[in-house]
């Protein structure tokens, strides 16, 4: 077969694998209501549905990498490719929310592997312009995903049910697995690597034991033993990570390319802005559907002026990176970020949800502005050698940020979100007799986002009324503390930026316009 087919084969299978990994973290957002009522599932398990996909997203990117690189990446691509979309059809067929999270979490390794392979098939496949023209279609790709992923969810979850929202990968994944196997070419790295099993175990067990902790703080109690022994057990790992790092010849990160405060910099900007407007998507979505009553079609509509000015002005800030320095463009996308969120915490009961417009606009741009330059800066601020590294360790910890960042939040809606339901319903003396009769149950019905199925047990209309407001004023309340946490989150990773990200420390091998065309950043 040419040559020229087999590279453009290439293309196309990357491209496939890619545009479905990237989805399936936009789209579920948006069917959560519906996975919830149809699998009777609470709030934490919601929180699990993210957090399982993007936890073995985070915890095998790294080594996923070294594999390919060991045993060839054709194969362990379709291995990635295998594995995604099995664990995509056990998604689509759960029946219960341990299913779903247990094929969540699965989808995420395959995942992984596709993802950290991905590049380096393109790289291998092109060389001179048309690399560039390829990876320009990849990025192109990486945006669309993120863009069009949340109106896709609510098309599907609206007309056929959110299974199929996992359905729709099986024979996508088919092809694509069969077009890996019979048209890209087959490559493999002559080199001696090994995978650092150290560093990938204590890494992704400290970063479950964390992510556990924080989603089961509220119900077992924050001084439980179970919660601080996930605590402790969660330092002593990622200590137990740092040292293996520093002390190994060929780590999983080499943690002396953070000598570099740029390199610091970059990862701050990657964490901070996951976990900031990124882990907020969940809430945003339990706002519109829960709150508001948009079905999913509706509110991954309401969702376009975020994800569609991202796509518009990623290209833009792209070609600005060769003219102004990283750190100004990087630091002031996030700032557009912390504005816009904190635009958005002006919710209050009787808001519609045009009330997050003049928000997602301003952080719609802040985030275009952020992704296509923290991808270059991330490996413009390492040797060359190192920028494949360098670029698996920003994905991290981007995929690190939304499970974290979700986990975090989660604590703090479940526990305000009681109280101030609780407030709003002794303002009353019939809300005083709905705490008075079902405190527990209804303590019960909170943490777990039950409250509109325990409403519908309660006989009397106008005590049914008192109890939906009273939880529209505690949500709204809560989502605006939620809003007001992502604005300190996304600050601190602004005022990162402007101070760490110094242009003394890029390489000067990589110009910003070349690297921007050479490694596009996952968008989420």
Not at 258 to 287: C, E, H, K, N, W
Not at 401 to 407: D, K, N, P, V, Y
């Amino acid at each position: 077969m040419p040559a020229l087919e087999r590279k453009w084969w290439t293309l196309i299978a990357v491209c496939t694998a890619t545009f479905m990994l990237l989805l399936d973290i936009t789209v579920v957002n948006v069917a959560l209501p519906d996975i919830q009522r149809s699998l009777h599932a609470s709030f934490s398990d919601l929180q699990w549905v993210i957090d399982a996909y993007s936890l073995t997203l985070a915890a095998f990117m790294l080594t996923a990498g070294v594999v390919g690189d060991m045993f060839g990446r054709r194969g362990v691509f379709a291995i990635g490719l295998g594995i995604f979309t099995a664990s995509s059809l056990l998604c689509g067929l759960s029946t219960s929310s341990l299913m779903l999270n247990l094929a969540r979490g699965a989808q995420g390794v395959g995942g992984a592997i596709m993802f950290a392979t991905s590049l380096a098939l393109i790289a291998a496949a092109f060389q001179g312009k048309e690399r560039g023209t390829a990876f320009g279609i990849y990025g192109g790709v990486i945006g669309g995903a993120v863009a069009v992923g949340p109106l896709i969810g609510g098309a599907i979850t609206s007309g056929f049910g959110w299974r199929w929202i996992f359905f729709v990968n099986v024979p996508v994944g088919i092809v694509a697995v069969a077009i890996t196997l019979t048209r890209v070419a087959a490559t493999r790295e002559r080199n001696q690597r090994r995978i650092d099993w150290i560093g990938f175990v204590s890494f992704s067990v400290a970063l479950f034991l964390l992510v556990l902790a924080l989603v089961r703080g509220n119900d077992d109690g924050w001084g439980s033993t179970q919660i601080v022994a996930g605590l402790i057990g969660s330092a002593v790992l990622l200590a137990v990570f740092l040292v293996a790092e520093w002390r190994q010849s060929d780590p999983m990160l080499d943690l002396k390319l953070f000598r570099r405060p740029a390199m610091v910099g970059a990862s701050m900007v990657a964490i901070t802005l996951s976990s900031s407007i990124f882990a907020m998507f969940l809430y945003l979505t339990l706002f519109l559907q829960d709150d508001l009553g948009y079905g999913p079609f509706a509110a991954g509509i309401r969702f376009l002026p975020i994800t569609l000015l991202a796509f518009m002005v990623a290209p833009v800030a792209g070609k600005l990176s060769v003219r102004i320095q990283s750190r100004y463009l990087l630091g002031t996308g996030l700032l557009f970020v912390a504005v816009g969120l904190f635009l958005m915490s002006m919710i209050h009961t009787a808001s519609g949800w045009t009330v997050l417009v003049p928000g997602f606009v301003v952080t719609g741009f802040g985030i275009g502005m952020v992704n296509p330059v923290l991808a270059s800066a991330a490996v413009s601020v390492v040797p060359p050698e190192h920028s494949g590294m360098a670029s698996g360790s920003n994905n991290t910890f981007r995929q690190v940020g939304i499970a974290t960042g979700i986990a975090a939040l989660g604590a703090v809606f479940q526990s305000q979100i009681q109280h101030a339901t609780a407030a709003a319903l002794r303002t009353s003396s019939t809300g005083q007799e709905i705490l008075a009769r079902g405190g527990a149950a209804l303590k019960g019905a909170l943490a777990g986002g039950g409250v509109r199925q325990a409403a519908s047990s309660i006989p009397s209309a106008s005590a049914r009324a008192t109890l939906l407001h009273a939880y529209r004023v505690g949500f709204a309340s809560t989502l605006d503390h939620l809003m007001i946490i992502g604005v300190v989150v996304a600050a601190i990773g602004s005022i990162g930026a402007f101070v760490l990200i110094r242009q003394r420390d890029f390489v000067p091998s990589y110009a910003p316009s070349a690297v921007a065309h050479e490694a596009p950043a996952v968008a989420l």
